[in-house]
């Protein structure tokens, strides 16, 4: 029993090695009335790069961090979803990871002239990529819950 297991485990370490990645730097962006929008790190480039500094209580402790990322806000202007902030506010985008995880945002939360939030879409955490995917940075929550990782679709609605 000891020596199958021996034998086994270099080759299952083998095979996790040689899958590809789960957690992808994409996203898809969702508008009712639109064809779904790829974003990735294509489509991030073409946006300002903010950074923010984030920190925030889990089961493991005070996690902190500085990420680099797009300003959701950003994104949705880029898209011309908030060109009326106004009319925008009854909008919110709701956040979907890989493991089923949700959270939904709002436009007045993150409209600078009202909740002024500076919500991040991040895909790098203290210089190096991350390795779940793209994950939402949410500087002055205490706790982690809306810091959700392998991001799978943003769905304003
Ligand atoms: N996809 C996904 N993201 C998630 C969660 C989750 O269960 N799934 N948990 C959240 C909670 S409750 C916390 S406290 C933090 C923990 O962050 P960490 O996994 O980087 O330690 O992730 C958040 N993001
Ligand atoms: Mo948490």
Redesign the pocket.
Known sequence: MQSWSYRIAPVFLAALLAMPAAAAETAQLTVPGHEAEVIDMAALSQLPVTEVASA?????GI?TGVYKGVLLWDLLSAKGLVDDPKAAMRHTILVS???G?QIAFSVGEIAPEFGARPILLAYEMNGKPIP?GL?MVVPGDM?????????VTLDYR
């Open positions: 925030f209580r889990s089961s493991k996690e990871a890989g493991d995880h779940d994950r706790r982690g819950a809306r810091h959700i990782k392998d991001i």
